[in-house]
C-alpha cells in the first residue's frame, strides 16, 4: 500500500511549522511500510485532486491568502467533488478560512473561499485582539492539542459540524467553544503546532481514511511505539492547563 499526498502551496502557506504534518505522515506511513508520495503544488501546477489520498494546506497570513485565492478558487470544484467522495484533507487556519465560503480579511476585503465548508470568517480589523496561545479540544479522534494564532472568527452555519469542542483557548470564534469544521473526511482547524506529531491519534486517522478509500474498509493500522509522541502530547495538554487556568 501507499498514500500519496498533496501539499496544496507549501512555500506560501507555512507558519509555525505546519510543514511538520507532512514529516509526521511520512514517519507514520514509513514506519509501517506503507509507501508515501508527496506531490508539492504549487500557484500554477497542474493538479487532479482525484489522484490522492490525503490533501493537506496549512496556514498563512492575509497577504499570503490573497495570493493563492484565485488559483485555489480554480482548483475549487474537483477539490470539492473529491471531497464529497471521501478524499480525507487537513486544512489549516488560513487554509482552512479558504476552504469555507469566504473571508473578510482586516482591510475589510472579500477573499472568496471554495466552500468545502458552511462557513464565513470575518477579521474584525487591525486593533482587535487576536486569538493566541494554546489549545485543547475534544474531538471524535480523542483530545487534540495545538497552538492557535489568528486574527479571523470563523462562524459555523447551521449543519455545519466542528471540528472539535474546546477545552482551552479561542477556537472558531472565541465565543460559540466550536473549533474548526469537519465535512465527510475533510478536517479543517485553526491549530499549527506542528498539529500532527503531537496528535498521533489524528494523524493515524487520516492516513486509515486515505488508505481505506483505496484499498477498501478492511485496511488497519499496526500500533506503533509513541512513547515520544503521547508525552508532547501529555506535555502539551499540561502546559496548556497551567497557562489558560
Ligand atoms: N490571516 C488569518 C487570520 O489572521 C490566518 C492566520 C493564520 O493562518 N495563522 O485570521
Known sequence: ????????YPDVMNIYGDRGNVIALR???????IGFSLTEVNIGDSFDPAAFDLVLIGG???????????DLARRGEGI???????????????GFQLFGRRYIDQAGEIIPGIGVFDL????????????????VIETAEGEVVGFENHGGRTYLAPGQAPFGKVRYGAGNN??????????????????????????PALADALIVAGLRRRYG???????????????AHANAVRITEKRRS
Open 80 to 94: 470539492r467533488m473529491a471531497i464529497e467522495d471521501g478524499l480525507p484533507a487537513l486544512v489549516v487556519c488560513g
Open 120 to 135: 464565513e470568517t470575518r477579521h474584525p480589523g487591525p486593533v482587535a485582539d487576536r486569538c493566541i496561545g494554546d489549545v
Open 1 to 8: 500500500m501507499d498514500l500519496r499526498v498533496a501539499h496544496l
Open 217 to 231: 474498509p478492511g485496511v488497519g493500522l499496526e500500533p506503533l511505539e509513541d512513547t515520544a509522541e503521547t508525552g
Open 174 to 199: 472565541n465565543g460559540d467553544r466550536t473549533e474548526g469544521a469537519r465535512h465527510k473526511n475533510a478536517i479543517g482547524t485553526y491549530l499549527h503546532g506542528s498539529l500532527l506529531p503531537k496528535n
Open 60 to 70: 498563512g497570513q492575509d497577504r499570503e491568502q490573497r495570493r493563492i485565492a484565485d
Open 27 to 33: 514517519y507514520r506511513c514509513e514506519s509501517r511500510g
